[in-house]
């Protein structure tokens, strides 16, 4: 397939530019109008939710809140795929702030990476990707939250461990819904990348599924399964036949255009202000397709 044709960086960053100035200024008068807007608290109601935990770099979720994200990801690479095995473990934090009780700034990839695959041995920083999102909808008696953003993500990371790519800007659509103890939690990305054949055009899907076995006590336990989808859209000038998932962009010509894989977990949440959360995934397409073959993520939450 062709890769799609893409303005000039400059001018996408004018045009980045100018319409955050432009929202920020409509936000901001917006939220003069009331006497809290939410700084820093954020969106309230949606306390009994749980986040996603599997594909953490673009799997946002809806809500609205301050707080940090501590990561760990050990990602395991089949034996037959083109890194011939091995495995690339992550350390990573991330970020959010509530600048409105609707408005939030996300800084959502950064960290450092050590890559043992059969044919890559290396350790280095990963790139960095921030963006922001806005509550376009929520509506707290049917537990119904919408919420469009967008992310940028910088070619800063160290090659030798699969960063430093491509420029990717990233727009997102992420929903929730509550069924009394039963939460859905779901995401739409689409990445597109700034230096056309540096990087593939990718598109993701993600479902959480929750519940929650003991609402309402200060310590909430609640199982959780995921399922996660990446398509290539295009083909890069790289001659890989493998893609980078959630992992990286490689601008590679992938062999499969459709990787899709699961989780099984579960978070505890104390104090509607400390969430911890471990998850096992696994590939429901052939693993010797692309990177992925399995996958442990704990998190660590902490909000304000």
């Known amino acids: 397939m062709a890769t799609l044709p893409f303005p000039s960086r400059t001018s996408l960053s004018r045009v980045l530019l100018t319409g955050s100035l432009l929202l920020g200024t409509a936000l901001a008068q917006d939220g003069a109008t ?27 979720s809806p809500f609205n809140d301050t707080g940090l994200r501590f990561l760990y ?3 395991r ?20 702030l509530a ?18 695959s059969g044919i890559l041995q290396d350790e280095g920083w990963n790139d960095l990707a921030a963006g922001f999102k806005y509550v376009l909808h929520a509506d707290q008696e049917k537990q119904y939250v919408v919420t ?10 160290h090659r030798g461990v699969l960063q430093g790519g491509a420029d990717e800007l990233s727009p997102f659509v992420s929903l929730a819904k509550g069924y009394g103890d039963l939460h859905l939690v779901s995401n739409l990305t689409l990445r ?24 309402g006590k200060q310590a909430v336990f609640a199982p959780l399964l995921e399922v996660h989808g990446v398509h290539y859209l295009d083909d890069g000038n790289s001659a890989l036949n493998v893609g980078g998932l959630d992992y990286t ?9 459709f990787v899709c894989w699961a989780g099984i977990g579960a978070r505890l949440e104390i104090l509607q202000q400390f969430e911890v959360g471990a998850c096992y995934e696994f590939a429901l397409t052939d693993p010797s397709d692309d990177i992925m073959s399995r996958r442990v993520t704990i998190d660590f939450i902490t909000r304000w």
């Open 34 to 60: 009331t006497a809290d807007n939410g700084f820093l608290t954020g969106l309230r109601g949606f306390e009994t939710f749980h986040e996603p935990l599997g594909q953490p770099l673009y799997f946002e």
């Open 77 to 96: 690479f089949s034996d037959q795929s083109t890194l011939q095995g091995g495995n690339v473990t992550v350390y990573a934090l991330q970020a959010r």
């Open 249 to 257: 962009n490689l601008g590679s010509q992938p062999a499969k255009h």
């Open 192 to 215: 597109v990348p700034l230096g056309g054949g540096e990087g593939n055009t990718v598109g993701h899907w993600d479902v959480h599924l929750d519940y929650d076995v003991n609402p």
């Open 148 to 157: 469009p953003g967008i992310r940028y993500q910088a070619e800063n990371g």
């Open 73 to 75: 990801l050990r990602h």
């Open 99 to 116: 600048i409105t009780d609707r408005l939030a700034f996300i800084a959502t990839k950064d960290g450092y990476s050590e890559l043992e």
